[in-house]
């Protein structure tokens, strides 16, 4: 780490994007700081023409190493996109790369659990099976997010156990936190928690 802060490297980035070098950064792959894979990130987000962006994600993906690096990235684009990118998202959904994985659901959650949302992505998620936390603790975060936004829809999938046990109740507990969850449905979403062995902790 160099230790610049994030507010302070995003500013950057605005600066930075405008200038020739700005592309010539995005091609020196792998970074060696964590603030340059973040400014990475940023350059990424700050793109307007959506095939650039997703041939710069394909390009800089498999060299995220981290959950905030993966996490900061929602490129403003893919709004004005949102039929073409769900093909990207299975495709990243599929990949054996952690962040991969992680970014493709955390897309899926961004941007179709409000107008565009449809109930078979609640099962794209729930048929992610992995052993790394972050791809579990993803999971748990989208569906706790699908439980305050299409509660409806997301709730049989907790009440069906759909989720391994410690991502079952991760999303549980995540959902409770929330104040778009009501006190009634905390309530019964307290009741939903199932008891987990050693060795189905994450």
Request: hydrophobic share 40%; proline share 4%.
């Amino acid at each position: 780490m160099a230790g610049i802060r994030t507010p302070e490297l995003r500013k950057y980035a605005k600066t930075f994007s405008k200038t020739p070098e700005a592309a010539e950064f995005l091609k020196i792959l792998p970074h060696r700081y964590y603030e340059e894979n973040n400014l990475h990130g940023f350059l990424i987000e700050s793109m307007r023409d959506y095939g650039q962006v997703i041939a710069a994600l394909d390009a800089f993906l498999p060299y995220v190493d981290n959950w905030a690096t993966c996490d900061l990235m929602r490129p403003k684009v893919f709004q004005k996109h949102l039929p073409e990118l769900l093909e990207e998202i299975r495709r990243w959904m599929a990949s054996d790369r952690t962040y991969t994985i992680r970014f493709g659901m955390e897309m899926l959650m961004t941007f179709y659990l409000d107008e565009a949302f449809r109930p078979e992505y609640l099962d794209w998620v729930a048929e992610v099976r992995s052993q790394e936390y972050y791809v579990n603790m993803m999971i748990a975060w989208y569906f706790a997010t699908a439980l305050a936004k299409q509660y409806g829809a997301a709730l049989p999938y907790i009440e069906n156990h759909r989720l391994e046990p410690w991502t079952h109740n991760k999303a549980i507990q995540k959902a409770i936190e929330s104040y778009r969850i009501t006190e009634e449905q905390k309530m019964y979403l307290r009741t939903l928690k199932v008891k987990i062995s050693k060795e189905q902790q994450a």
